[in-house]
């Protein structure tokens, strides 16, 4: 079933998906693609522009996924603002708006899982979250199959899932490139996300002190510090601002492994902490 509304078509059923990509394709178009949430923000429109500077259509995908959510997190009261979505899709002329229903991804009889390695057992978000990533990958691997875009954007925000797309691609022969686009950031540094509206004032107030931390010890690391003392330092500033840390970590860009000395690598500093009832997550390179 596909269902057009104005001012740009919304569809939900994946043979109407492969239909309209199809179309675009037969006259030698490009496609690219931005799966998403919903609930969008400026920061995804960021992955928009950055799809459209690389392709002639570009499909957004919103669905909130079930299997990422573990069962004590978040799934039923995160924000769903599908036609409020849409009108803003509209308005930054993306080609087509991919809404599937839970029912449409997992089927009846779904029973296929994708276990994923590599930067997805680096004691990360996989620690705090241990189904998270299997049910990105599922989801993942089944939307870049479904689009099959040229082009695929997804943020630098949620970094370590970026790498585990990258390496998920790879080793399935998902022909989509796999982009990384930068994290927008509030004025004061927060990085955008869905989750900021769980935030309180006062919350709100304090949450720029995880970007501050961050820029703080990328600048020392940078300047030749040692990087145990200098994230000691960051974790006594995140915790002075209120936080309950689930990590501040240095750790290399490429594989997330962990790093002693900044020549080991490039380093990528990676932090989640918990505020009242909000989980954030950051990162940024040195
Ligand atoms: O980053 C997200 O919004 C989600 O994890 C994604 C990639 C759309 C998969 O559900």
Request: aromatic letters at 6%; a neutral charge; one cysteine or more.
């Amino acid at each position: 079933m596909s269902i057009v509304s104005a001012p740009i078509p919304s569809v939900h059923s994946i043979a109407e998906l492969r239909r309209r990509v199809g179309s675009w394709r037969a006259r030698g178009e490009r496609i690219g693609f931005v799966p998403t949430m919903g609930a969008l923000h400026e920061g995804h429109f960021s992955l928009v522009d950055e799809a459209r500077r690389r392709a002639d259509r570009v499909v957004v995908s919103v669905f909130v996924n079930p299997a990422q959510f573990g069962p004590s997190e978040d799934f039923d009261k995160y924000p769903r603002t599908l036609e409020a979505d849409v009108e803003k899709l509209a308005s930054a002329r993306v080609d087509l708006c991919f809404a599937p229903s839970v029912e449409d991804v997992y089927p009846p009889g779904f029973a296929t899982s994708v276990k994923v390695g590599g930067p997805a057992e680096t004691d990360l978000e996989d620690r705090f979250r241990p189904t998270h990533f299997a049910g990105v990958a599922v989801v993942v691997a089944k939307l870049l199959n479904q689009a099959a875009a040229d082009v695929a954007v997804f943020g630098e925000k949620d970094y370590q899932q970026l790498l585990i797309i990258r390496r998920l691609a790879r080793d399935l022969d998902i022909s989509t490139e796999i982009v990384g686009a930068p994290t927008l950031r509030e004025s004061d540094g927060l990085a955008m996300s869905s989750r900021n509206i769980y935030l309180s004032k006062e919350e709100r107030a304090a949450a720029p002190a995880l970007y501050r931390a961050l820029t703080k010890a990328a600048r020392l690391i940078g300047e030749g510090e040692p990087i145990g003392h200098v994230m000691g330092e960051a974790r006594e500033d995140v915790a002075a601002a209120g936080f309950a840390i689930d990590y501040l970590e240095a750790r290399h860009a490429e594989t997330l492994a962990r790093i002693a000395r900044r020549q080991e690598g490039p380093v990528r500093l990676l932090v989640a902490a918990r505020i009242g009832t909000t989980r954030l997550i950051d990162n940024i390179a040195v």
